[in-house]
Each structure stands twice: as C-alpha cells, then as structure tokens.
C-alpha cells in the first residue's frame, strides 16, 4: 500500500511563502488561517551563522494522535496513501485534535470543524503534485510514495540527510527535511 | 517635524464596498480564445493564458475561472521566465481583482489639494477635465510643462498620448531611484546595460557572488528559480551584507560587511586578482583597454587597508579572490538591481562591471549572455511634435551619464522652474511619494502644479494628492501593450483579460486612447480596438495572433547568447573594448578607474536605516492585496540581538523610529536577531501607508520612505542615494 509523503530540500528553499499562498488560493483558505506555513531556526553566531528554513504543515503520522483521540470518526485515515483527513460535516469541533496535535498543524475553520493540509489529496488523484509542491520556484518540495524504493522520494532520503519534526513524539510523520 | 502622522489623507468615497466574494463576475464579452486542458479539468474551470503584473518581471500565467469567477493563478509552463511556476506575489495576484480597497469610479478634487475631498464622476467629465487642464498648460507654459511618471508595461499607451500631445518629460523611478547606476556603470565598461530581466546566467555560475542583493527574499522569479539551482548544485556562493540574508544563509562564504564600504572590498578584491595574476589574462588583451593604468592605480588597495574599513579580514578577502578566480569564467559577480546607496554608486557597479572584466565572465557561459529578442515591429503611428525644448530633468548634462530621463531631475524642475515650469504631472503605476526620496519635496513640488493625474489601481499615498484620480483594470483584466522580451531566448507574450473589473475601471490602453480624443489627437489612434492594435503588431511580425491568444506566448528559435556559441564580442564603448580605464569619466571630470570614498557616519548612538524586499510584496503596491497581506501584513524593525538586549527592546517591542531630522515614524514591531550587524538596522520597503483608503494597510509596519529625508545625488548619473539615513529607537507607549 502507498504511503504518501514529502521530502523537502531545506537547502533550497528560500521560506517565500509561495507555498503557503497557493495552499490558500487552492483551497479558499480563510483570511487570518493557514494549512501550511514558515519556520526559521539560526543557529551559531555571527558570521559564523546557520539557518533552516522549513515550509511545515501537517505531518500525515503513520501513528496519528488526532485520529485517535477524534471522538466522531471525522478525523480518519484515507484509503489512498494514508492521508489524514476531516470529514468536515462530521466534525463538532470539540478540538480534542487540536490539542493531540505535537505539529499545531490544524485550526478551527470559522465554519466551525477542524481543518487542515489534505496533501491537496484531490489534486493527487488526478495526478498531480499538491498545490505547494506545484508552484515552488526553488523547486526543494517532493511529493511521492515513501513505500516504493523507486520513488524520487525514497531515493532522496536514501542519498541525502533527514531529519523529521518532533520524532520522539512517537508519530512517525511522513515529511522529511533534507539537510 | 512629523511628516508621517500630519500628512493628510485621501478618503475615497466608497458608498458601496461588494464583499470581496462577489466581485467580478464573467460576462457575455468573447475573452480570446478558452481552453479547458488547465490542470483541473474540473467541470465549470476554464483557462485563459495571460502574464503577471504584480512586479515587472512579466511572468507567464495560466489563469482558472471557476464557474466564471476569478479562482487562482499558475505559471504558464511554456513560459522562459515562470517555467510554470509564479512566485508568491504572483500565486497572490488574485487579490489584486478581489481586493475592497480598489478605486471604483473616477475621481475629481472638491476641495483644496490634500484635504481628501472627492466627488465621483464620469469618465467623460473626468478625461474632459484633464484634457482642458492640459490645453491650458500647453497654451501657458508649453506642451513639455506636462511630464509622465511612468512603471511597467501598461505605462506604454500613456507614452503614447505625451508624446503625441508634445512632451518628452517622460520619467521612470526605475532609473534614478532603482537601477540606473547599475546600468551606467556597466555601459561605461562593456558599452551595455545589465538590462531587466538581467542577462546573468546565475543557473551555470560556478561561483555567485552576491553583494547587497538579497536573492530569495527579492522574489525575482526566474533568477530565484536560477539561484536554487546553483544552491542545488553546490555552487560556490559568496554573500556580503550587512545582514545575514536568506541568500546570506545559503552561501559558501557570508562576509558581514561594514555598510557603505563595498567598493573598498570590491578593490581589495581586484588586487589580489590583479597582483596574483589571477585574472583571464588572454580576455583582457584581447578586449581590455586601459588595464595597464588601471592595475597601477590599484596598487594602493591591499587587503589590509580594506580591512579596517570593510571588517572584513584580508585572508578572508584573499581566499574569496582566489575561490572567484578558481571558477572563472563562469563566476558571476551579481550587479544588483536596487543599488541607490551611497552616491558613488555608479563607480561601485562599474567595480563590480570591471571585477567581471577581469574573471572574463561578460559573454560567457555562468557569466553574463547576450540577452535574444523577436523582431515584432512597432505600430505605424504618425510623427511625434517635434518638441520645442530639451527635456527638464538634466539641464546643461548636469549628470552626463544619465541616459535615461531622471525622475528627481522632473521633480526638482517643478519645483525650481528651471531651466523651465514644470505645471501638469501624470503619474501611472508608480507611488511616486514611497518611490522618491524625501517626501516633503515631492510635496513641494505637487503643490506648484496645475494638475496632478494619478492612474492607479488601489488609492495609493500619490494618489491621495491627485486633482483627478483614474482607475485602472487590475492586470487580469485587460489587454496590454505585447511584451516582446529580451531574455536567453526571444518570445512574445501577450497579456488578456481573465475576467471583467468589478466597477467602473478602464484598462489603460481604453483611458489614453481616450484622454488623446479628448486632446483632439484621434490621428495618433488609427485603431479602433486593442485586439485590432495587437492583431496587426503581431502579424505584422509574421506571428500568429489567434495561436498567441490561445498560448498566451510564442517562443522564437533559440539564438547564440555567449561567445563561445557564435555571438560576437562588441563593446559600445568609445574604444569598442573593455574600458579598464574610462577616458569617458575622465574628460567629464570623473575617476576614470573608481576610487574610495569613506561613507560619512551617522550621529553617535544612531544605526544607519538599510532596506529591502520580502518575497510576499512588490513595492508599496500590494499591502492592500488580501492574498498578500494575510501573508505578510506588517514590517519589522530589525535590530542586532544585543543592541536589542542593551536598550532593552525584545522582539515584539513596539518602536518608533526617529531619524537624523528628527521625523517620526510610525510605531514598528522591533525583530531583534543575530541576523543583523550592530552598526544598521533593516525594515521592508512599502509598509506603513498613510493613505486612510487603503484600509486593509494603514498604518500597519512603518514606512522606510518617511524616514529617508537625506539623500545623495550621483555626480555621474544623478541617481539618489538612500542609504544615508540614521534612525534610533523609541518605546511606543
């Protein structure tokens, strides 16, 4: 079974928020929320200064906390490539996700359910890259089936070094950043 | 003095503000043809094939409607400049359509200029106004009393109008206020501009250089694209600035260099390749004039007297010489584009042209190419006025290397009156008062005017001032003048509406067409619709117009773009070679080889105030942009970590910043970071509008602009320096 996944070049990416404006033009994300969103972390002191910039979202856990701890069955796993997604007309928002989530990757759309990265999964089935991946002008995103060792993805992460977010948090997320 | 908080504000009347949702919908009128191949496929998607205008680089664009409304916006794949991919302004364009804030109608003055009164009209009484105003301005004072301050490609039909009604007072702030020195400096050396988009070839640079320009943050998509190739790639990258830049943070090398002492570095650099004999020494006698005088008068400039002045050790200035001349020729020294610092910014980028001289990278493959472009003629016109004049703006070739109109030069004449008056300005997609430095005289000078038109798209700070206010279409509303671009290789692209303007907003083809009926000047508009004008350019290049409409391009063959592909080294210069030395500079009385100048210190306890870009805005222009503004809605004020921590500011202090004059800005949220040298602080450009229309962004962040009162004009090309301003910090209660 495809287990979908992203392997992002941080050594690319120069954190230009193209990702995070096409998520919202792509999905209608309302103004003041985002699905995706930009980190910085320096390190060192100058000039002998280092910087991470990572395009983060939700990590799509093997091991997923927020479909767990979903009372209504909304929060579930998606039979193509283990997405995590929300049934949004099942949701009562009660946020029990919100708080399982180590990432802060979801909100309370003003709709009133919880909301969050689909992995553009409706882009996928019809066999394109999500949204994010698409448009990024450094071209550092990779969207592909972590499962399959021809993948790029899998190759990437057999060539080059990793790091996930947050691993001792037990979630076995499926992003993975190139260092 | 508080030029921020007592300007005065524009207040359009906006009785009717349609939810953002609700505006623009499709109407019956044919928009070229559709297809429905766009990536969805979705039922009720449609495609319409267009280019970008939410900055100048023209970007290649794949609009989708969704039930015939405005959905989003991708890179046309076809297209050389986007490879399909838009940066995040241009992914954001959408909000420039759904935007509330947008001008709505026409808008005449009811009161006195700057008290904000307005009265919506026709565009009939709004064109005939103007058009009276400017009859009396030519029968006064003469048809070059009028002047155009004019940005990007939709500015080409106003041109048109100016021209035809007899003024060449035509100015761009690209040149004088952005990257005139660039271009001055490498024409006095190569005898050719850098030009936009820059003819570098950063994807096959085995060394980039980069000094001052912030790559990544300055979003210009297809030398980004052409940057993360070469970090991909390992190239080897050399950062210098003052801060530690997204482009800083990618480098191989980042030297955090002293503001304003580039050109000592750049000199230091030299005479280690020079007196190494590290140079291409078969490109330089072969094309080289002048380096006998030129290598002997940069003897003086060791790495060790750059040092104390630069901060930057000289084995580090050694080793970074030696890494650029390991990979010549295909190491690139970036010319920069917003490179008005320091007044002696022509011989700094004519530093950077001869650094490039010497590692031959000028026409070679990783340097810089010979940039291709289509042979696509220009529309029979009849003869322009001859004008009775010369242009205002460079009386007696004050700055004799200026070769391009001089914003500031226009703006100084209207104050003067000299060398004549200066009475009517129309202003087309520029913001003149964040453009230009020192507000209060721009100010001045609207006030000696008989007429200020602005054309514009949101109401912008300039705007605010204008006797007549004209609103524009947004880019995916409207046809354009074609775009027949000079890049690696030659195409055509040609910009179509996607959907209808929500209001009363006219494309600006329809408003100068117009304005010249209105001047009695219908000859120089023998066209009578913008498709029958583009139709005819376009065939009349031996192209098909239905295929460009369909494509949204068409490419040309591929032509020789380096030497050692066929191109033919030639040099415009007066000696048709590579001029080491510049008889040209030293007959106007100039350095003929550039010489250091120390930058004069700030006030004790001051930081000097340096700006830039963010990749999620285009100059002052999108703040208003619903998209863009949820990305980025304010600026910050970045301050060295332990300055912060020594006047006892943290991040998310909130900060006024006063400067040398004592003008306050608008309160700042402070950023303290390693990121920055003690010596400077950082903010970006285009923040902190004044202008109460633009609701979504007044006063949000401050203005860098407010605070740049002091500038210095280049003696060669009479661009302003803006990197002369010293702020410091105080607590916002």
Request: hydrophobic share 35%.
């Amino acid at each position: 079974m495809a287990r979908y996944g992203m392997v992002i070049d941080t050594r690319r990416c120069v954190g230009c928020m193209d990702c995070v404006v096409a998520c919202k033009t792509e999905h209608g994300v309302p103004e003041g929320y985002c699905r995706d969103w930009i980190t910085e972390t320096v390190m060192g002191e100058s000039p002998n200064l280092r910087m991470e910039i990572r395009t983060e979202r939700c990590n799509h856990c093997a091991n997923p906390p927020c479909v767990y701890c979903c009372p209504t069955g909304a929060s579930h796993v998606h039979e193509r490539g283990g997405v995590v997604l929300v049934t949004a007309n099942m949701c009562i928002g009660c946020k029990a996700c919100l708080a399982a989530c180590p990432y802060d990757a979801r909100f309370i759309h003003p709709d009133g359910y919880a909301d969050k990265c689909t992995f553009c999964i409706h882009r996928v089935e019809k066999g394109l890259d999500p949204a994010c991946v698409a448009v990024c002008p450094t071209r550092c995103m990779h969207f592909g089936d972590l499962d399959d060792p021809e993948s790029e993805v899998s190759r990437l992460l057999r060539t080059r070094a990793s790091h996930s977010l947050l691993p001792e948090a037990g979630t076995d997320p499926s992003i993975f950043y190139l260092t | 003095m508080n030029t921020l908080s007592r300007r005065r504000f524009l207040r359009i009347s906006a009785a009717t503000i349609a939810a953002a949702g609700a505006a623009g919908t499709l109407g019956t009128r044919g928009f070229g043809r559709i297809s429905s191949s766009g990536g969805s496929g979705a039922s009720g998607v449609e495609t319409v094939p267009t280019f970008c205008d939410i900055c100048f680089w023209k970007c290649g664009t794949i609009a989708y409607r969704r039930d015939g409304k405005l959905w989003k916006v991708e890179g046309n794949p076809d297209d050389p400049l986007s490879r399909g991919r838009l940066c995040p302004r241009g992914t954001g364009g959408v909000g420039a359509h759904f935007d509330p804030d947008r001008l709505r109608a026409p808008l005449i003055r009811t009161h006195e200029r700057g008290e904000e009164k307005w009265k919506e009209v026709t565009w009939g009484e709004a064109l005939g106004f103007i058009a009276r105003r400017m009859n009396e301005i030519k029968a006064g004072f003469g048809p070059e009393a009028m002047a155009l301050f004019s940005h990007g490609i939709g500015g080409t039909f106003f041109k048109h109008t100016l021209k035809a009604y007899g003024t060449q007072n035509i100015a761009a702030p690209s040149f004088a206020q952005c990257r005139g020195p660039r271009e001055v400096g490498f024409r006095l050396t190569f005898g050719d501009d850098v030009g936009s988009p820059e003819r570098t070839d950063i994807a096959n640079a085995r060394c980039l250089v980069l000094i001052g320009s912030h790559l990544g943050e300055n979003m210009h998509n297809t030398q980004v694209q052409e940057f993360a190739e070469a970090v991909g790639k390992g190239s080897s990258i050399i950062v210098v600035d003052p801060r530690f830049s997204v482009a800083a943070s990618k480098a191989k090398v980042y030297l955090p260099i002293k503001p304003g002492t580039d050109l000592a570095l750049l000199l230091a650099w030299m005479h280690v390749i020079v007196e190494e004999e590290l140079y291409d020494r078969e490109y330089v006698e072969k094309f080289g004039f002048g380096f006998e005088a030129f290598s002997a008068s940069l003897r003086q400039y060791t790495p060790e007297w750059a040092y104390p002045e630069t901060g930057i050790d000289p084995d580090t200035i050694r080793e970074t010489a030696r890494e650029m001349a390991r990979y010549r020729p295909a190491t690139l020294v970036h010319p920069g584009r917003h490179v008005n610092w320091y007044g002696d910014d022509a011989q700094r980028s004519r530093a950077i042209a001869l650094l490039n001289a010497l590692l031959g990278s000028w026409g070679r493959k990783g340097g810089f190419y010979q940039p291709a472009s289509m042979d696509v003629p220009t529309y029979p016109y009849p003869e322009y006025p001859e004008p009775e004049r010369p242009k205002v703006d460079n009386p007696d070739h004050r700055y004799p290397f200026a070769h391009e109109t001089l914003s500031t030069g226009i703006r100084e004449a209207t104050i003067t009156g000299e060398p004549y008056p200066i009475k009517g300005w129309m202003v087309y997609g520029t913001n003149l008062l964040k453009a230009l430095p020192n507000q209060e005289e721009t100010i001045e000078a609207i006030r000696k005017l008989d007429l200020l038109v602005v054309v514009d798209v949101i109401p912008s700070e300039i705007a605010g001032w204008a006797d007549v206010v004209l609103p524009e279409s947004v880019y995916l509303e409207r046809y354009d003048e074609l775009n027949v671009e000079w890049f690696r290789e030659p195409f055509v692209a040609l910009r179509q509406p996607v959907v209808e303007s929500p209001n009363d907003q006219k494309p600006n083809w329809w408003i100068a067409r117009r304005l010249a009926e209105e001047l009695g000047l219908s000859e120089y508009y023998p066209w009578k619709t913008i498709e029958e004008y583009l139709r005819w350019r376009v065939e009349a290049a031996g192209l098909d117009f239905d295929q460009l409409r369909k494509e949204g391009l068409i490419r040309g063959a591929r032509q020789p773009i380096f030497f050692d592909e066929g191109v033919v080294p030639e040099f415009y210069t007066p000696s048709g070679k590579i001029e080491f030395y510049s008889p040209q500079l030293e007959q106007a009385g100039f350095d003929p080889v550039p010489r250091y100048t120390p930058p004069e210190p700030g006030p004790p306890g001051s930081f000097r105030l340096l700006f830039g870009r963010a990749p999620v805005h285009s100059f002052s222009r999108t703040q208003s942009n619903p998209v863009l503004a949820d990305a980025m809605s304010e600026n910050a004020i970045w301050v060295n970590d332990r300055v912060a921590e020594r006047l006892g500011f943290k991040s998310g202090d909130r900060v006024r910043l006063r400067n040398q004059s004592g003008v306050l800005s608008n309160p700042i949220k402070v950023k303290a970071t390693r990121r920055i040298r003690p010596d400077c602080v950082y903010m970006v450009h285009g923040f902190g509008h004044t202008s109460k229309g633009m609701r979504r962004a007044f006063g949000k962040g401050a203005s860098d602009s407010g605070l740049i009162t002091t500038y210095k004009t280049d003696p060669i090309m009479g661009g302003t320096a803006m990197n002369m301003n010293f702020v410091t910090l105080e607590r916002e209660t």
